[in-house]
Nanobody, 116 residues
Framework: QVQFVESGGGLVRGGSLRLSCRDS???????????MGWYRQGPGNQRELVAS???????NYADSVKGRFTISRDNARKTIYLQMNSLKPEDTAVYYC????????WGQGTQVTVSS
């Protein structure tokens, strides 16, 4: 059973997208204390962490997305979100969620394609 289930990607020309990731396996007592993150892997690139949110809702962002992306979490739903605004072609990637630091249990990810 895949633990992390990502959704919400698509093809856009600029604009915004909202990604969701549900932890399908953990119980709340396990999910809530975890720092969760959104990662992405663009064509020819290594996977990178773009945003994280701690159990106390402290957030951190990669410089490349700061001011444009917002990470949030809903512990009751065991779900994290990534609101992406002002999308650029360089944001094109498969987006994944995982704990921080990541474990080797990646989901299928969700494809985000931003055309110019």
């Amino acid at each position: 059973q895949v633990q992390f289930v990502e959704s919400g990607g698509g093809l856009v020309r600029g604009g915004s997208l909202r990604l969701s990731c549900r932890d399908s396996r953990s119980v709340s007592s396990t999910f809530n204390p975890r720092t969760m993150g959104w990662y992405r892997q663009g064509p020819g690139n290594q996977r990178e962490l773009v945003a994280s949110i701690s159990s106390t809702f402290e957030t951190n962002y990669a410089d490349s997305v700061k001011g444009r992306f917002t990470i949030s979490r809903d512990n009751a739903r065991k779900t994290i979100y990534l609101q992406m605004n002002s999308l650029k072609p360089e944001d094109t990637a498969v987006y994944y969620c995982n704990v921080v630091p990541a474990r080797d249990n990646w989901g299928q990810g969700t494809q985000v394609t931003v055309s110019s």
